[in-house]
């Protein structure tokens, strides 16, 4: 994105605004846009706000589509089953064991052993059982 002194800018905070400012010493926020007559705020080049630095907020008014923010969402990778038969583990660096399948907490799985971080299926898997593998 290039912003220009002048340019009519959306901000997905503020609404809109316009461009008023484009420093030219070296900063972080070069822009820095008007919004309502009296709020001014300030971006990075690429549009990052120096409030809420996460995702762009400062984008062109004209042609304007707003963005998905939302993180997208992820369909875990297995679906278990109580009482499945799993391999588990907790870090990359351990070897993986028999379990079996309790149920979801958190970002962690319940099984009858313990609660573990990582949980594959054990079938197909017979290989890595016992074995540390990436």
Not at 92 to 106: A, L, M, S
Request: glycine share 6%.
């Amino acid at each position: 994105m290039s912003f220009e002194v002048g340019d009519k800018v959306i901000d997905l905070k503020f609404g809109e605004g316009t461009v008023t400012k484009l420093r030219t010493e070296k900063t972080n926020y070069p822009i820095e846009a008007c919004f309502m007559k009296f709020l001014s705020a300030r971006y990075t080049i690429d549009g990052k706000s120096e409030i809420d630095h996460k995702y762009p907020m400062l984008y062109h008014a004209e042609g304007f589509t707003p963005p998905s923010c939302k993180e997208p969402e992820r369909k875990p990778k297995y679906q278990f089953k109580p009482f499945d038969r799993v391999l588990v583990r907790d870090k990359k660096t351990e070897k993986w064991r028999p379990d079996f399948y309790g149920f979801p907490v958190e970002d962690a799985h319940r099984c009858v052993q313990s609660t573990w971080l990582e949980v594959i299926p054990y079938e197909g898997n017979e290989d890595k059982c016992g074995k540390v593998t990436k």
